[in-house]
Structures are given as C-alpha cells and as structure tokens.
C-alpha cells in the first residue's frame, strides 16, 4: 500500500444515501431476488461502503445482495481490502477489460471514476458484464466550497487551473457531455439525471487531506525538484488551509450529479 492511497482511504468522503436513490429504484423495479452488484473504479472502497449502506437500507429485507468491487491500481484494492474485509469480492483490473463473464451483474456503479476510462472501450465493457434489464449508476461530485469563505474557494480555483493539475489536463466537462456516447448507445434505455447538493463539515486536517489525495495535486507535487521541496510545498499548503479555517470545523457544500441507465 503506498501513501496515495493511505491518504485515499482516510480522507475521501462516502457518498450521502439520498445519492443511491435512483439507482434503488431502478432495481426495484426489476425486483431481483439475488442482486450482483459490481463497483468500477472503486479506489479505497469509499464507494463500496457508500453503496453497502445505502443497499442496506433501501434493498428488499427478504432478498440479498453481492458486491464486487475492482480499481487498476493494486495499492487501492490493498487499501480497500484492509479497511473494508469482505464486504466485496475485490479484484485488480482497468474498467476496459473487466475479468467477468457477458452479463454477470444486474447493476452496475462507477463513482468519480468514469472521467479517467477510455470511454469507448469501458462502454463496451460495462455493457458486456451488465446482464438484460440492469442498470448503471455513474456519479461525480465536485470538488467541494465552503459555505461562507469564497476568498478561500478563490485561492483553491486559482489553484486548480493554474498549478495543481496533470500536464496539459483540460477541464472533465460536464456529466452530459462525459456520458453523451453510452447514454446514446442502441443497447441502453431509461436514463434518469439526478442532482443533490449536501452539507459537510471538515477540520482543516480533514479538508487537508482530501485535497492532497486529489490525483491533480499529487501530480503537481512530482512536478518540484526534490523530495525536500514536495515536502516543504505539503507544509506550505496545510499551513494556509490550517491558518484560513482555523480550529474547530467548517460547513462545505458538496455537489453531486448522476445518471442512471438501463440496458435494454
């Protein structure tokens, strides 16, 4: 396990349950009575105990459920598997060559993860392993804002666009346009957009750590000559967020959207 994904794990937030609703929906709909569930990109695990929360709530109580779970990244299935045990069947492998067979699941989620995928190939794929009548679930969230600080939503912004980001990375675009190709596609029907936007209050070392654990400040770092000035640039940015919010916590705004799609 390296620090990314240390870092991944304990800082990254869990999806609110209200964001699974349409997804539950659609499911209840085709009302099956063992659900197989797969998670794309799953990272630590935050999404996998997001989504076993929210089946745990809101799933048929006299049927079950099964999650698998896979992320290319064999430091992040570590994290996961440590942190989260069996709650998933956890598996090492990129959404463009996914190791299941043609209609394994009847649902299908990708959270803050479907922005990184050859698109082309991973819509293939998703639809290959989604069984008839399942649906997908794709969520992004955007990084969050305070509620009552925009000079410092400002210093973050400027941030993002000017310094923290891979070489040559354009803006992700909007969910529509990201999704335009599979939400299209002859094989998919039913398609439900969704908004929600929640409060969360983070420390300064929480809002810290979810900042640095952002692929496009870690990027940045590897950018600085030596390791003396990444670590004197990581103490350099948790000085000013620890000196702006202060003790104590502060109220973030979160936005997510999501789009949830049928296969025919």
């Known amino acids: 396990?390296?620090?990314?994904?240390?870092?991944?794990?304990r800082y990254r937030p869990l999806y609110p349950t209200e964001f699974f609703k349409g997804l539950?929906?659609?499911?209840?709909?085709?009302?099956p009575h063992h659900l197989r569930m797969l998670d794309v990109g799953?990272?630590?695990?935050?999404?996998?105990?997001?989504?076993?929360?929210a089946l745990s709530i809101g799933f048929p109580k006299n049927h079950s459920w099964r999650l698998a779970a896979c992320d290319p990244d064999p430091a992040m299935i570590a994290a996961a598997r440590s942190s989260l045990g069996e709650l998933a069947d956890w598996?090492?492998?990129?959404?463009?060559k996914l190791?299941?067979?043609d209609g394994s699941f009847q649902a299908i989620?990708?959270?803050?993860?479907?922005?990184?995928?050859?698109?082309?190939?991973?819509?293939?794929?998703l639809l290959r392993v989604l069984g008839r009548g399942g649906c997908i679930l794709i969520g992004e969230y955007q990084f969050p804002k305070t509620q009552h600080q925009p000079d410092f939503d400002e210093w973050i912004r400027r941030n993002f666009n000017l310094h923290w980001k891979l070489p040559e990375q354009k803006p992700r675009g909007r969910l529509?346009?990201?999704?335009r190709n599979l939400t299209g596609n002859a094989e998919v029907q039913g398609v439900i957009w969704s908004k929600l936007e929640t409060e969360q209050h983070l420390t300064a070392s929480d809002f810290t750590g979810l900042l640095v654990s952002q692929a496009r400040y870690i990027a940045y770092l590897k950018t600085l000559p030596s390791e003396k000035a990444r670590a004197d640039y990581l103490i350099e940015t948790q000085n000013h967020i620890h000196a702006t919010l202060g003790d104590g916590e502060t109220?973030?705004?979160?936005?997510?959207?999501?789009?949830?799609?049928?296969k025919a």
């Open 109 to 125: 989620s990708l959270l803050s993860a479907y922005h990184w995928f050859d698109r082309e190939q991973a819509d293939l794929e």
């Open 99 to 101: 190791p299941f067979s």
């Open 1 to 9: 396990m390296n620090h990314d994904a240390q870092t991944y794990a």
């Open 42 to 53: 799953c990272g630590a695990g935050q999404s996998v105990q997001s989504l076993s929360n």
């Open 176 to 179: 529509r346009d990201l999704t």
């Open 251 to 262: 109220p973030f705004r979160f936005r997510f959207e999501s789009v949830v799609l049928s």
């Open 24 to 31: 539950l929906l659609k499911i209840g709909h085709t009302n």
């Open 91 to 96: 598996t090492v492998a990129p959404a463009e």
